[in-house]
């Protein structure tokens, strides 16, 4: 926000001399606000006005020199305000459009670099499913082939179970034979 103070022109009746500090009651009313001061109140020396010479003072000084020290007059009353630093603001601007620009790029680039990483990772996902489907199937031929595999060993093992049993019985009658054999021809 500008700063801004009222000053007034002032015009010197007659030829006076004196301290500045006698003449303006501080000499930081003169051009304060980051204004240059009259060299003669920088350097301490006398302040001379003289008739008809124009001066710009704070308000409150122009006051006191016209009323109470009577050396001037007033002229007219002046408005001014600190000028805006114009340059700084549109460089800050600029710098920060700048770093906006340099940080959307950024984002484009993270957000480039996300999406391929997204998109091979929907890809291993499919592939990963892909290679599910064909476990599964796997899965499915290989119970299936279990439980035929068990099917064929229980008929096997009643097969076999036949078969000893058959084997046992032809034992018992070639055993059976052989004694009515051995009895025959012993007898």
Not at 43 to 55: C, I, P
Not at 64 to 76: D, G, H, M, S, W
Not at 77 to 105: A, K, W
Not at 156 to 171: C, D, I, N, P, Y
Request: proline letters at 2%.
């Amino acid at each position: 926000m500008a700063e801004s103070a009222i000053y007034a022109t002032a015009r010197g009746r007659g030829d006076t001399a004196g301290d500045p500090q006698d003449v303006l009651q501080s000499g930081e009313g003169l051009f304060d606000h980051g204004r240059a001061r009259a060299a003669v109140v920088r350097l301490g020396k006398k302040v001379q006005f003289k008739k008809g010479d124009v001066g710009l003072f704070p308000f409150e000084e122009a006051n006191r020199l016209i009323n109470q020290a009577k050396v001037c007059e007033l002229i007219e009353p002046v408005y001014v305000r600190s000028l805006n630093d114009y340059e700084t603001g549109f460089r800050g601007l600029y710098q920060r459009f700048v770093q906006l620009d340099e940080d959307l790029r950024q984002a484009k680039r993270d957000t480039q670099e996300v999406t391929q990483a997204n998109n091979i990772t929907l890809e291993q996902i499919r592939h990963g499913e892909d290679e599910r489907g064909k476990l599964d199937e796997d899965v499915k031929k290989t119970t299936y082939e279990r439980d035929e595999i068990t099917k064929y060993a229980a008929a096997l093992e009643t097969k076999l179970a036949r078969v000893k049993g058959e084997l046992s019985q032809l034992f018992r009658r070639t055993c059976s034979w052989r004694r009515s054999l051995l009895d025959s021809t012993n007898s």
